[in-house]
């Protein structure tokens, strides 16, 4: 059962490496290229992301934390 677990934790561990990976491949590329890359901004994203958490006071305050803490956590759970 422990070995399921594993699994499981490392694929999503990879999945969640491979999204920030292409997050910032697409700020990358929008930025050299100036334009949306398939029909998509990802910095149009990013900007609402943050002025939404940044307009809701407390409560985004407490969401960045919760986003700083799990990306740690993924950070931790790679080094094991």
């Not at 960045?64 to 803490?69: D, N, T």
Request: charge should be positive; proline fraction near 0%; glycine fraction near 8%.
């Amino acid at each position: 059962m422990e070995t399921i677990f594993n699994k499981i934790r490392t694929f999503i561990q990879n999945l969640s490496g491979l999204f920030m990976c292409l997050l910032s491949f697409g700020v990358l590329a929008e930025i050299l290229f100036g334009k949306a890359m398939l029909g998509m901004s990802v910095i149009d994203n990013v900007v609402n992301l943050i002025n939404t958490l940044g307009n809701n006071g407390v409560v985004g305050i407490i969401a960045v934390v919760i986003l700083y803490e799990l990306l740690q956590c993924r950070t931790k759970c790679n080094t094991k």
